[in-house]
């Protein structure tokens, strides 16, 4: 199957908790420590991962193509990998979360579905004015989102 990146299903806004349709951020990520989801993350090849750098989950477990973190919910197209290496921004800053971005390689590639393709990534000489409309995907809390370092429209 032939993915193209950034391809989503999107037909409606996720405001405030509200759950995603099935397959609608195919690149989205959920990656667990000893059993519990920790942190996310966007697939950006057949076995990379972009996450935060405070993610230091080695031994941990990453899930594609997950729609939920109840585990009595089954999901016959989730893909479960292992972590293989972990490559932090260089300048990443623990104290102050400064360049909190990293590189997960997993343990083997992954195939692309259409509940599974990667996202695209912005060009280096990319520009993005006041009022881009984007997305912010995840598994975690709103409230602790800083929008104004994203440099976009939130819905």
């Known amino acids: 199957m032939k993915t193209h990146c950034g391809v989503s299903s999107l037909s409606t806004h996720i405001v405030e908790g509200e759950d995603a349709a099935v397959g609608v951020w195919p690149w989205q990520v959920s990656l667990h420590s ?3 989801h920790v942190c996310g ?3 950006i090849s057949y076995e990379w991962v972009l996450t935060a750098a405070h993610y230091t ?3 941990g477990t990453v899930y594609l193509g997950r729609q939920s973190q109840n585990v009595s919910v089954s999901n ?5 990998r292992g972590i293989r290496s972990i490559i932090p921004h260089p300048d990443y800053d623990p104290s102050w979360f400064d360049n909190d971005i ?3 390689r997993l343990s083997k590639p ?3 579905t259409s509940d599974i393709s990667p996202i695209c990534l912005a060009a280096n000489d990319s520009v993005f004015h006041n009022g881009t ?3 912010a995907t995840g598994w975690g809390e709103i409230t602790k989102c800083r929008p104004t370092t994203l440099h ?3 819905y």
């Open 152 to 154: 976009c429209k939130l």
């Open 41 to 43: 993350g966007s697939l």
């Open 76 to 80: 016959s197209h989730e893909v479960i």
């Open 57 to 59: 989950g080695l031994n």
């Open 34 to 36: 000893f059993g519990r």
């Open 110 to 112: 992954v195939n692309f």
């Open 102 to 104: 990293a590189l997960l």
């Open 133 to 135: 409309i984007c997305w």
